[in-house]
């Protein structure tokens, strides 16, 4: 079997996930990527291509007439080729419902289509129009897109809606992470059969192999722990001021930020207005996963204060429970309230300082939920899994 993917880049983390899925399943894997900086990756996202075992197409992206990106050469691309399935995400989507010649091309070749997507950010159909008008959603800039009442927008919003309708009904599998999008895609017409639920997952194999090997580092259990971009919807700032809070209380506090990004400086002043340089440390972008795992297993209690997925199943495999609120939809089946972790009210700087100290007061529950979270991941959530469930979507498209 062979697949080709449209992508807007080459996350590192992503990659080791490709790599298996053609390893160990047998599917010859062809990506798509922007050459240059592609214009849909966020800020911060650490592309690389060391290690990669798949093959790597950089074609030149331009603006459609209908304002979105797409990808030159493509059709030439697929001819020589000769996928068996075709995997686009946003925004390469909706090429297929405003250029339907696409569409017919993929049919005379006989390629199937699957759209990949996280829809934490999609609203169902009947409610789309007040969802959009309303300002509905955020961007990485924590920016909620602009309310607009005007009859153009609700226009535009109409042709946004009609637009996914029509994509969702064409495509041959939807596959995503949230057990909501089974009733998502149902409110657009797509029947229950063509939607594989697949969860999220990194390369829990690599991962657990440098768990092994700092089976021995000590940890500071009141030690926090944020992984990821330095972008605004991250609420890293929250998550500065609750350890500032904390360390008046307790004088073991201390956080630990891995990531980088456009916030970097603006936290970094933060940190320093507070003069709370000598526990709250910004290390940059940590990309090996071994000296990841090292500061991982240093901390105690991994929190995540705004958007995010992967850094919850990282933090898991290395045996820490999580605290978070809402981020990307992949908390909901990872993060078991009271269990191998808690939640806590969004944007609240006392609920999450309140929620932290539950951990606090009682450390013997830091090192239990966290066996628990590394139970979960290798019981029901992993690469393992995740991929076999890809698997399942792509045999119900490839009959042959």
């Known amino acids: 079997m062979k697949l080709m993917l449209l992508a807007g880049g080459l996350p590192h983390y992503y990659n080791l996930v490709l790599n298996k899925l053609q390893r160990d399943f047998n599917v010859e894997i062809n990506v798509v990527v922007p050459k240059g900086n592609g214009a849909t990756l966020g800020a911060g996202v650490f592309e690389s291509t060391n290690g990669i075992e798949f093959k790597v197409h950089f074609q030149e992206e331009y603006t459609t007439y209908y304002g979105k990106k797409f990808f030159k050469g493509l059709r030439d691309l697929i001819r020589k080729e000769k996928p068996d399935i075709l995997m686009v995400s946003w925004p390469y989507q909706v090429s297929f419902v405003f250029y339907p010649l696409w569409y017919l091309f993929l049919k005379w070749n006989k390629i199937g289509l699957i759209s990949k997507e996280i829809p934490f950010q999609v ?7 007040t969802y959009y008008t309303e300002g509905g959603g955020i961007t990485e800039n ?12 609700q226009v535009k919003y109409v042709i946004v809606r009609e637009t996914r309708k029509i994509f969702s009904r064409l495509v041959d599998a939807h596959i995503n992470y949230l057990e909501e999008a089974r009733n998502l895609h149902a409110s657009y ?25 700092l089976q021995n580092v000590t940890s500071n259990p009141y030690r926090l722990l944020h992984v990821g971009r330095l972008v605004k919807w991250k609420q890293v700032d929250l998550l500065i001021n609750a350890a500032i809070e904390l360390r008046k209380k307790y004088a073991l506090t201390e956080l630990t930020i891995v990531g980088d990004g456009p916030e970097m400086e603006h936290l970094r002043a933060q940190i320093n207005e507070a003069g709370a340089q000598d526990y709250i440390q910004l290390t940059g972008g940590v990309y090996e996963m071994g000296e990841l795992g090292r500061i991982t297993c240093e901390a105690g209690i991994y929190v995540l204060a705004g958007m995010g997925g992967l850094s919850i199943n990282e933090a898991m495999c290395f045996g820490k429970p999580v605290i978070c609120s809402v981020a990307d939809g992949t908390e909901k089946r ?12 969004s944007g609240s700087v006392s609920s999450l300082v309140s929620t932290i100290e539950k951990l606090f007061l009682d450390p013997a529950k830091i090192q239990l939920m966290g066996q ?29």
Request: proline content about 2%; aromatic content about 12%.
């Open 334 to 345: 990872l993060v078991r309230e009271g269990f191998n972790g808690y939640y806590f009210e």
């Open 372 to 400: 628990r979270s590394k139970e979960i991941i290798q019981e029901e959530i992993n690469i393992h899994t995740v991929l076999g469930n890809y698997m399942e979507a792509f045999k119900f498209v490839h009959k042959g």
């Open 189 to 213: 017409g797509v029947s229950a059969n063509k939607v594989f639920i697949t969860a999220n997952s990194p390369d829990t194999d690599e991962i657990f192999k440098h768990e092994a090997a």
């Open 123 to 129: 609203p169902h159909y009947e409610q789309a129009i």
């Open 142 to 153: 924590n920016q909620s897109h602009q309310k607009n009442n005007a009859w153009t927008a």
